[in-house]
């Protein structure tokens, strides 16, 4: 399947990442609920309660932050942002400005949560340009989030969830540019701060954990990315962020039985959404349709892409790239079978 640009993906982690709530008893638990809500996928909730919070509470930084991240997760759970990205845009301003206004009044461990919340935040900014092709910008809030983000972690090195942002950057720094000297090392290093990033609490440890799969199927290591999918999903069996990841593992190693399956599943899954998640839709056919015609299934390998192909997208999700994608390599999988029975003819 395809992976995102390294560029794309470092972003993603900046703005993935994330710290312990500080433990506010007032709004703790609220914020507990409406983390829990954002893991499972469930925005609208999530962002209802955190809406409710933020009446009693509008000054609290976790709260302004987590506000974002329920916006920021939903665009890269839909890959939505040709549709959404620019109204994104719009709250990571306000939200950023809202941090900026609270940190100087903040000392000791809050000033640093504060300051984690704004450097994910300027790094969420970075994402979404990228994702619109704005690239000088996304460079730009990208490097000023490291930077941020480095800061957290001089003050506090047990800050887990602070290393995913700062060891993203440096593992896609060194793969990005290894054909210079001394740069390999960044990306060694980079990957070991990501690991520890995985220690970070609840949820904030699934980030770390979906940039470590990605990178993990970019370095052909699709059973240890299908380990940790597999583990998260054991948990959270009806996530379809990692279900993705796990249908990518399988046809790497071209385990075509288990592709087909998980395929089937994340389709499943994705039109029982509201909304329909469209790219995860096809991702799952097109998972099918691939393993079906690596086994010689060509009667199913023809039923499920004629299925897929028949599949009323709205409009506006036609905008999102990965959904013509797949369906571009649906029907040439398609017109490849075609072909074949013509030339046995």
């Given at each position: 399947?395809?992976?995102?640009?390294?560029?794309?993906?470092l972003?993603?982690?900046?703005?993935?990442?994330?710290?312990?709530?500080?433990?506010?008893?007032?709004h703790?638990?609220?914020?507990?609920?409406a983390?829990?809500?954002?893991?499972?996928?469930h925005y609208?909730?999530?962002?209802q309660?955190?809406?409710?919070?933020l009446?009693?509470?509008?000054?609290?930084?976790?709260?302004?932050?987590?506000?974002l991240?329920?916006?920021?997760?939903?665009?890269?759970?839909?890959?939505?942002?040709?549709?959404?990205?620019?109204?994104?845009?719009?709250?990571?301003?306000?939200?950023?400005a809202?941090?900026?206004?609270?940190?100087?009044?903040?000392?000791g461990?809050?000033?640093?949560?504060?300051?984690?919340?704004l450097?994910?935040a300027?790094?969420s900014?970075?994402?979404?340009?990228g994702k619109?092709?704005?690239w000088?910008?996304?460079v730009?809030y990208?490097?000023?989030?490291?930077?941020?983000?480095?800061?957290v972690?001089?003050?506090?090195?047990?800050?887990?969830?602070?290393h995913l942002?700062?060891?993203?950057?440096?593992?896609y720094?060194?793969?990005?540019?290894?054909?210079?000297?001394?740069?390999?090392?960044?990306a060694?290093?980079?990957?070991?701060?990501?690991?520890v990033?995985?220690?970070?609490?609840?949820?904030?440890?699934?980030g770390?954990?979906?940039?470590?799969?990605w990178i993990?199927?970019?370095?052909?290591?699709?059973?240890?990315?299908?380990?940790?999918?597999g583990?998260?999903?054991?948990?959270?069996?009806?996530n379809?962020?990692?279900?993705?990841?796990?249908?990518?593992?399988?046809?790497?190693?071209?385990?075509?039985?288990?592709a087909?399956?998980?395929?089937?599943?994340l389709?499943?899954?994705?039109?029982?959404r509201?909304?329909?998640?469209?790219?995860?839709?096809?991702t799952?056919?097109?998972?099918?349709v691939?393993?079906?015609?690596?086994?010689?299934?060509?009667?199913?390998?023809?039923q499920v892409?004629t299925?897929a192909?028949?599949?009323?997208?709205p409009?506006e999700y036609?905008?999102i790239p990965?959904?013509?994608?797949?369906?571009?390599r649906?029907?040439?999988?398609?017109?490849?079978?075609?072909?074949k029975?013509?030339?046995?003819r």
């Open positions: 399947m395809p992976l995102s640009p390294p560029v794309t993906r972003l993603t982690a900046l703005c993935f990442s994330a710290a312990a709530a500080a433990a506010v008893p007032p703790q638990a609220g914020l507990d609920s983390l829990e809500q954002i893991a499972a996928q609208a909730s999530a962002a309660g955190l809406e409710e919070l009446r009693q509470y509008p000054a609290e930084p976790a709260l302004l932050y987590h506000r991240t329920v916006l920021q997760t939903m665009l890269l759970d839909y890959e939505s942002y040709p549709i959404h990205g620019r109204a994104f845009l719009e709250t990571a301003d306000s939200v950023i809202a941090l900026e206004a609270c940190l100087p009044g903040l000392r461990r809050d000033s640093v949560e504060c300051l984690f919340y450097g994910n300027t790094g900014e970075g994402l979404v340009y619109l092709g704005k000088l910008q996304a730009r990208g490097v000023r989030s490291r930077n941020m983000l480095e800061t972690i001089e003050r506090d090195p047990e800050f887990y969830a602070a942002g700062v060891g993203a950057y440096n593992y720094l060194g793969e990005g540019l290894k054909w210079l000297p001394f740069t390999g090392g960044r060694v290093e980079g990957l070991r701060e990501i690991r990033a995985t220690q970070a609490p609840f949820p904030y440890d699934i770390a954990k979906n940039t470590l799969c993990m199927l970019d370095r052909g290591e699709h059973a240890g990315a299908d380990s940790i999918a583990a998260v999903l054991a948990a959270m069996p009806r379809t962020i990692f279900m993705r990841i796990a249908v990518c593992a399988a046809l790497a190693a071209e385990g075509w039985d288990s087909a399956a998980r395929g089937r599943r389709v499943e899954l994705s039109v029982g509201d909304p329909v998640n469209w790219n995860d839709a096809l799952g056919y097109a998972a099918m691939e393993a079906y015609a690596a086994t010689g299934r060509i009667a199913e390998c023809r892409a299925e192909l028949a599949l009323r997208v409009l036609r905008a990965y959904v013509d994608e797949h369906r571009g649906i029907r040439k999988l398609l017109e490849g079978l075609d072909d029975e013509t030339r046995e």
